[in-house]
Each structure stands twice: as C-alpha cells, then as structure tokens.
C-alpha cells in the first residue's frame, strides 16, 4: 500500500524535504495512558508482546496522539532469545530475566535458529497493523543486535557493565563467535521475514554497543551487522543505532546502512564531521531534555535541527523515559512539525 505520509522513507533515499521528520523511540509505552491503561488490562508485558490485536492497537496508538511521521512495531528485542530456546521473564520495576542463560558449548548447541515458526505472534501483528494503520504513515519493525542479545543470554538480565557477557567474550572467543553467528542467522531469518509481511523500514538497536572497545566492537559487531545489514538492504531501508558506539562510526558507517542512529553524546556537529552531510543520521537530542520547560526543549530542537542540517531523523539519543510528561512530549514533535528548512 502506498504510505499517504512518507517523509521519513522521502529522508532515508536523501531527498530534499520540507521539514525532518519525527518519532520516538519507545514511543509505543508507557508515557501513553492509553497504553497503561491496556497494558493494566493484562497479565503482565509478554501477555501484550503476544497479542497481535493489542500489539496494532498499541503501535498506533503515538500515530493518534502524537502525530508522529512512523509507527514502530509494539514488541521486544527479547523475542529472540525467546525463540532461539531462552524464555524470558519481564520482572515489574526491574526489568528482564532469563532463568536459563547460555554458559557452554553444548547450551549454544542447543539453541535453535529456526526461529520464525516460534515468531508468528509478531508477525501477525504486523499484518492487522498494517491493516489498521491504513498507510498513514510507514511502519518500522525492528531487532536487537547480535552482540546487545549476546549480552542478555549470558548475562541474564539488565546490567551497568555487562561484565559476565564481556568476561565470556574474552574468555571464550571462539564460542562466542559461535553464538553470535547463531543469533545472526535468527535475526536474518526474522527480520526478512517482517519485510515480507511489509515493514517499511528496519532498525537494528546495538543497545550496549558502548561497553566495548573499538577493536572488540571491529571483531565482535561489525562482521554479523554487515551480514544483517546486507541480507536487508536490497528489498528495504535499514537503520543502525549502535548506542554509545561514537568511537567506531566509521566503521559503522562502511557497514552500509542507510541511516546511522545517534545517541547525545556526540553532537551534531561532530557527527557531520565524522559522517559527512550526506549520511542520513537519526537522533539524539537527551531524553532528559524533555523533563526541561517548553522554551528550552524548542531552543534544543530547533538548535539539533540546524545543527545536524539536512539527511536527519529527529529522535532522541535513546528510547523516551516513561516518566516524561506527555505534554513535553508533544511540544517537541510540535516543534519539529512547524520547523521549515
Ligand atoms: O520503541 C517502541 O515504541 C517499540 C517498542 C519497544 C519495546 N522494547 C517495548 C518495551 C522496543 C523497540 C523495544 C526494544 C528493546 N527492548 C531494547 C532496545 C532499545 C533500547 O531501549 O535500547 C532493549 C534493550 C529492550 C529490553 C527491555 N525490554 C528492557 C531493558 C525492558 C525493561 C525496561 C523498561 O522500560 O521497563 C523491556 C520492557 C519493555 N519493552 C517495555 C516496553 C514498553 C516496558 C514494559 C512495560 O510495559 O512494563
């Protein structure tokens, strides 16, 4: 189906557009009451994750409030994990748990990439959103990184330095080549297949990225980004957001991803710098920005958008904290609508 606004897929081939487009990461949760309110109606998180009708409701839920220029798809990177023979738990206040995490050859061994058969909620709530969305604007599906995935299979939930996932790295190298190829091979089977279903765009979310170092995120990330990125790039456009990851953007950006996804701790003008005026580049003003007044979070926005200039995504450095005001909210996705080159 043709998408009525399609201002962000217009930014992504580098056309010259009137104003940058604009979504949240995180969008879909928790700063809606809308999606408190249906999230409240169930038995926990993975109860909405598995419900495609909920799942279309909910992504299209910040297209109605907001006006947000994308949807993305309501889920979790944890899907994966799931899939690939690792349940996870999402535990209130704290965040995700796997009971089993992977610490030999034998648990890699065992570990599917067959995953696809196991992913049919998500796919289902790709078509009834795309059925409800009605082409109002296009839909993102997304995947966690290899090496982000890598970090909660070994690690078994949220972590400051991910240091049990970086002690087995170095510990066991071979190995952990061995699982990330195995999570690549899942992940390219799994967003192809969103494609198919007909997501408009992918965004693969390096979450931790920013633990390693440049010679460990060249070995351990680049190659299997550059698989995925490549399975992807004939039939749709990708974005890479590899958060905390400034250190390796050349890198990333050989890696050939249609657009770069930023955090704020590189400022615009260093990313052109670095990047050009070319590459398109999403981000990054501070979630926290949102917590500021009215003036100051437009004094912000307006100032990244000159900033970064033309080829540029407006988003956050990272996902929306679900304790912003929604007004706040709207005052910057009002802001970069009313903006004019
Ligand atoms: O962006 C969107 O609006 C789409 C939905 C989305 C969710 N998770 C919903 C969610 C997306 C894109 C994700 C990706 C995700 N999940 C990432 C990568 C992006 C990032 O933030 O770096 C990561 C690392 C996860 C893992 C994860 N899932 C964590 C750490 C948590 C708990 C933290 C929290 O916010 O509570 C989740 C749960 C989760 N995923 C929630 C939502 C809305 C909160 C669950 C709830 O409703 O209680």
Redesign the pocket.
């Known amino acids: 189906m043709q998408v009525k606004n399609d201002l962000l897929l217009r930014t992504v081939k580098g056309e010259k557009v009137e104003r940058p487009p604009v979504w949240l990461?995180?969008?879909?949760?928790?700063i809606l009451p809308q999606y408190r309110a249906v999230?409240n109606s169930l038995n926990g998180?993975i109860a909405l994750v598995k419900n495609p009708e909920l799942v279309a409701e909910v992504t299209i839920q910040p297209v109605d409030e907001l006006g947000v220029d994308a949807a993305?798809l309501?889920?979790?990177?944890?899907v994966i994990p799931e899939a690939m023979g690792l349940p996870y738990e999402?535990v209130e206040k704290k965040?995700?748990y796997f009971p089993k995490v992977i610490q030999s050859k034998s648990d890699i061994e065992a570990l599917t990439t067959e995953v696809n058969p196991q992913l049919d909620y998500v796919f289902g709530g790709i078509d009834k959103t795309l059925e409800k969305l009605e082409g109002r604007v296009p839909l993102i599906g997304?995947s966690?990184a290899p090496f982000?995935l890598f970090c909660y299979m070994i690690e078994g939930s949220?972590s400051k330095t991910f240091s049990k996932a970086k002690r087995f790295l170095y510990q066991e190298p071979e190995l952990s080549h061995q699982l990330l190829q195995k999570i690549t091979t899942a992940i390219i089977q799994y967003t192809n297949e969103k494609v198919n279903r007909g997501v408009h765009l992918i965004q693969i979310?390096d979450?931790w990225a920013g633990v390693l170092d440049e010679q460990s995120y060249r070995e351990f990330c680049i190659p299997y980004l550059r698989e995925i990125v490549q399975s992807l790039k004939p039939r749709v456009p990708v974005t890479l957001f590899s958060?905390g990851a400034w250190f390796a953007l050349h890198d990333i950006q050989r890696v050939g991803a249609d657009v770069i996804g930023l955090d704020w701790n590189i400022s615009p003008s260093q990313a052109r710098d670095l990047l050009g005026r070319e590459q398109v580049v999403q981000g990054n003003l501070d979630p926290c920005m949102l917590y500021a007044d009215d003036q100051m979070i437009e004094n912000a926005t307006i100032k990244m958008i000159q900033e970064f200039g033309r080829n540029h995504i407006v988003n956050l450095g990272?996902?929306v904290y679900?304790d912003t005001p929604l007004d706040k909210v709207k005052t910057f996705v009002n802001c970069v609508k009313s903006f004019r080159y």
Do not use: E, V, Y
Request: aromatic share 14%; charged share 20%.
């Open positions: 990461m995180r969008q879909a949760g928790r999230r998180f993305i309501f889920s979790d990177i944890l999402l965040g995700p997304f966690g982000t949220g979310f979450s958060k990272h996902g679900p």
